[in-house]
């Protein structure tokens, strides 16, 4: 069966300072894997998504996310946090059909 | 394009009362979504739809209807609202159901039920 499990619920980091989100997968087979942001009061909005083209990927806003097969991870990072970041972060495991699996979400928080 | 919309934004039902929330998209999209996001917890799949006329059950469907008559709109209707319906509800649509395929969500509609 597949699951995905983000590792932290909260994640706190300084303006300025790198960004690291945690995300592991359980897949029978490689999955497509997808990191999604959500701001207060706003939708889903993908960041970047991992389909086995390379296993480094680049998203929107300086995120990027690295597929670790032998870790079954796939942790984003961000070498700068901005204010902006600030929101609610969400690892998606998306198999195929209806069979979409999100994380429980990580909440990114980002100090002056 | 306005993407993908929902109505109202913020709602409080009494129990045992019914309501319709309402989900539009503009950008053609033949699959259609309806999630419930609760405190702490990952989106669940409540019903989606592949096409006009064609809808299935998700993950946690209980205690909701839907219904697709055109390609736009994907209204979820509650028939007897319960404390355990209060959530977040997102409706999202996608291009295909491919493994790859990113879905476009809506805002969500905030329901209370008291």
């Known amino acids: 069966a597949q699951s995905v499990t983000q590792l932290d619920s909260h994640v706190s980091v300084s303006e300025g300072t790198p960004v690291l989100l945690r995300c592991n997968y359980s897949?029978?087979?490689?999955?497509?894997l997808f990191w999604y942001v959500q701001h207060p009061n706003k939708g889903l909005q993908l960041l970047l998504k991992?389909?086995?083209?390379?296993?480094l990927v680049k998203g929107i806003n300086g995120f990027e996310a690295e597929f670790k097969k032998s870790e079954t991870s796939f942790h984003l990072t961000k070498p700068s946090a901005h204010m902006s970041d600030a929101a609610e972060y969400f690892c998606?495991?998306?198999?195929?059909?209806?069979?979409?699996?999100f994380g429980a979400g990580t909440r990114l928080f980002v100090k002056a | 394009n306005a993407g993908v919309t929902q109505t109202p934004k913020f709602r409080i039902l009494k129990i045992g009362q019914s309501m319709t929330l309402q989900c539009t998209q503009d950008?053609?999209?033949?699959?259609m979504y309806w999630y419930r996001q609760d405190p702490g917890m990952g989106l669940k799949l409540i019903y989606y739809?592949?096409?006009?006329?064609?809808?299935d059950k998700g993950e946690v469907p209980n205690g909701y209807n839907v219904s697709r008559s055109t390609t736009e709109d994907f209204p979820l209707r509650l028939e007897l609202a319960a404390p355990s319906q209060t959530s977040v509800y997102f409706c999202a649509s996608s291009y295909s159901m491919g493994d790859q395929e990113t879905q476009y969500f809506g805002p969500g509609t905030r329901l209370l039920v008291l």
């Open positions: 950008m053609n999209h033949n699959y």
């Open positions: 897949s029978s087979y490689s999955p497509s």
């Open positions: 739809s592949v096409g006009a006329g064609i809808t």
């Open positions: 991992y389909t086995s083209a390379a296993t």
């Open positions: 998606v495991v998306h198999t195929g059909g209806f069979k979409t699996i």
